[in-house]
């Protein structure tokens, strides 16, 4: 999630913890007038901090509780979500985190301003984890969001940051009023949480920014469970370590993306809009008129057209698309590609993936001064033009040296469930009891910082009797 789109996020349910908090202070004034009435008297800070606590909960519980249902998905393993973080190197799912740890800090800090009964810190630590575990258990049982340890660790985080940031507020007001406080030394004691935190996220930042190559999304985060799921494999495995290369690509600017989005639709006889969307890893570029549209990726400058065809064909074209082409020849698909100048080495392997999809695989082969190497995935559709390409074929300006593992040694962390299970393929893992390796080649992906980097692809049948197939990935560096 994006930074406007976090902001939007929360500014609708701020709306209405503001309307929830409007009421509470209307309520809280009444009953005010009522206990004066009465000789009683309730003081203003305690309405005014009502309010704001009321306003919060409504809003924590609507940040927390009104997202979209993933089924009931259980993630017990500590750091999980940290790992994943880390390995995708992307600073939505940073702030992600940080935001987690940032929802529960106003409960730590409203409780003991709130209650005396708060001033113990186990209280407060204890009410913020009972807080952090109800809301997961509401969110299993309703099917909302995803339930994790990390959340609750997080959550438990936030609130013993907000209580220290609470106990500097009570100790400046002790001060102010010449009362006898707890000491400034006990109050410092309650800031640890808070520096730890910050000062574990810098070092990994700066941890990081001091790697010679960046990380990689397909590296697991947490094991799958394999107990039962036999893994087996028909091709032959070898033991032995391997030398081969990482390749250094080039991580592409907002800029760069335009410039090639601007020759590339020139080429196609259109012209760059000015309508974009750029993202953390991609920007979307449209053409004029609007036939097409190109999803460029920062990291490598790989890339997605889909053609929309003519404006009197997209609603027909659209009803046919889903009829996928199936049985056309190399040579036809590659006619089919020299309009949209697309152009692949003659070394490029052909395959069929079925669905009406075709790929091209390209081994890294010398181009110029550079290497080549990846694939592109066609979808060709009626009236001879393509529908979707999406080309990941990277150029790279030099190469390094590396050892890798074996692949029988890569296979066997597919044994223990090292992997990152694929997008749309495995999904229900309770319905597998097979997987057998049919066939495993060396391919190249793009990590964090741009290099290409050797992993390992497993292709695998799913319940043989079945016959469905996925590719799996292990990195090939250890």
């Given at each position: 999630?994006?930074?406007?789109?976090?902001?939007?996020?929360?500014?609708?349910?701020?709306?209405?913890?503001?309307?929830?908090?409007?009421?509470?202070?209307?309520?809280?004034?009444?009953?005010?007038?009522?206990?004066?009435?009465?000789?009683?008297?309730?003081?203003?800070?305690k309405i005014f901090?009502?309010?704001?606590?009321?306003?919060?909960?409504?809003?924590?519980?609507?940040?927390?509780?009104?997202?979209e249902g993933y089924g009931r998905v259980i993630k017990l393993q500590p750091f999980s979500s940290y790992i994943a973080a880390w390995n995708s190197a992307s600073a939505s799912e940073w702030r992600n985190l940080i935001v987690n740890i940032l929802l529960f800090t106003p409960l730590g800090f409203l409780?003991?301003?709130?209650?005396?009964?708060?001033?113990?810190?186990?209280?407060?630590?204890?009410?913020?984890?009972?807080?952090?575990?109800?809301?997961?258990?509401?969110?299993?049982?309703?099917?909302?969001?995803?339930?994790?340890?990390?959340?609750?660790?997080?959550?438990?985080?936030?609130?013993?940051?907000?209580?220290?940031?609470?106990?500097?507020?009570?100790?400046?007001?002790?001060y102010r009023n010449k009362e006898n406080g707890t000491g400034w030394g006990t109050v410092l004691l309650y800031q640890v949480p808070a520096v730890i935190v910050v000062c574990a996220y810098l070092g990994v930042f700066y941890y990081y920014s001091q790697l010679p190559m960046g990380t990689l999304s397909c590296q697991y985060?947490?094991?799958?469970?394999?107990?039962?799921?036999?893994v087996t494999s028909r091709c032959e495995l070898d033991p032995n370590e391997k030398e081969d290369y990482v390749y250094v690509s080039k991580i592409w600017s907002v800029?760069?993306?335009?410039?090639?989005?601007?020759d590339f639709f020139e080429k196609l006889g259109a012209a760059l809009s000015e309508r974009q969307n750029a993202y953390e890893n991609i920007v979307i570029l449209n053409s004029e008129p609007s036939r097409y549209i190109l999803q460029m990726a920062y990291r490598g400058g790989g890339y997605e057209l889909?053609?929309?065809?003519?404006?009197?064909?997209?609603?027909?074209?659209?009803?046919?698309?889903?009829?996928?082409?199936?049985?056309?020849?190399?040579?036809?698909?590659?006619?089919?590609?020299?309009?949209?100048?697309?152009?692949?080495?003659?070394?490029?392997?052909?395959?069929?993936?079925?669905?009406?999809e075709y790929r091209f695989e390209v081994e890294p082969v010398s181009e110029g001064e550079g290497w080549l190497c990846g694939e592109c995935i066609v979808v060709p559709t009626k009236k001879d033009r393509i529908w979707n390409i999406r080309n990941h074929i990277f150029?790279?300006?030099?190469?390094?040296?590396?050892?890798?593992?074996?692949?029988?040694e890569a296979f066997e962390c597919l044994e223990r469930g090292e992997f990152v299970v694929p997008e749309g393929e495995m999904q229900d893992l309770s319905e597998i009891s097979e997987i057998t390796v049919s066939h495993v080649k060396i391919a190249y992906e793009i990590d964090s910082k741009g290099f290409g980097q050797p992993v390992y692809v497993f292709r695998v049948v799913i319940n043989q009797n079945e016959?469905?197939?996925?590719?799996?990935?292990?990195?090939?560096?250890?």
């Amino acid at each position: 999630m994006g930074l406007r789109e976090l902001f939007y996020f929360a500014l609708q349910y701020v709306k209405l913890g503001v309307i929830v908090g409007i009421l509470f202070f209307i309520g809280a004034v009444l009953y005010k007038r009522q206990q004066k009435r009465a000789g009683k008297d309730v003081p203003k800070i305690k309405i005014f901090l009502g309010t704001l606590f009321v306003m919060y909960i409504a809003f924590l519980f609507c940040a927390t509780l009104a997202r979209e249902g993933y089924g009931r998905v259980i993630k017990l393993q500590p750091f999980s979500s940290y790992i994943a973080a880390w390995n995708s190197a992307s600073a939505s799912e940073w702030r992600n985190l940080i935001v987690n740890i940032l929802l529960f800090t106003p409960l730590g800090f409203l409780l003991p301003l709130l209650s005396t009964r708060f001033h113990k810190w186990c209280h407060t630590y204890a009410a913020g984890f009972l807080m952090a575990v109800f809301i997961e258990g509401v969110q299993f049982v309703f099917q909302r969001g995803i339930v994790e340890f990390d959340d609750v660790l997080n959550n438990t985080l936030g609130v013993m940051i907000g209580y220290g940031f609470s106990r500097v507020v009570m100790q400046f007001g002790k001060y102010r009023n010449k009362e006898n406080g707890t000491g400034w030394g006990t109050v410092l004691l309650y800031q640890v949480p808070a520096v730890i935190v910050v000062c574990a996220y810098l070092g990994v930042f700066y941890y990081y920014s001091q790697l010679p190559m960046g990380t990689l999304s397909c590296q697991y985060s947490e094991k799958v469970s394999m107990s039962q799921i036999e893994v087996t494999s028909r091709c032959e495995l070898d033991p032995n370590e391997k030398e081969d290369y990482v390749y250094v690509s080039k991580i592409w600017s907002v800029e760069d993306c335009q410039s090639f989005a601007k020759d590339f639709f020139e080429k196609l006889g259109a012209a760059l809009s000015e309508r974009q969307n750029a993202y953390e890893n991609i920007v979307i570029l449209n053409s004029e008129p609007s036939r097409y549209i190109l999803q460029m990726a920062y990291r490598g400058g790989g890339y997605e057209l889909t053609d929309f065809g003519l404006e009197d064909e997209i609603e027909e074209e659209e009803m046919v698309v889903d009829e996928k082409i199936n049985g056309l020849s190399e040579e036809k698909v590659r006619e089919l590609l020299r309009p949209y100048c697309v152009e692949l080495p003659p070394s490029a392997v052909f395959s069929e993936l079925g669905d009406g999809e075709y790929r091209f695989e390209v081994e890294p082969v010398s181009e110029g001064e550079g290497w080549l190497c990846g694939e592109c995935i066609v979808v060709p559709t009626k009236k001879d033009r393509i529908w979707n390409i999406r080309n990941h074929i990277f150029g790279f300006s030099e190469r390094n040296g590396v050892t890798i593992c074996s692949e029988q040694e890569a296979f066997e962390c597919l044994e223990r469930g090292e992997f990152v299970v694929p997008e749309g393929e495995m999904q229900d893992l309770s319905e597998i009891s097979e997987i057998t390796v049919s066939h495993v080649k060396i391919a190249y992906e793009i990590d964090s910082k741009g290099f290409g980097q050797p992993v390992y692809v497993f292709r695998v049948v799913i319940n043989q009797n079945e016959g469905e197939t996925a590719e799996i990935k292990i990195p090939a560096i250890r």
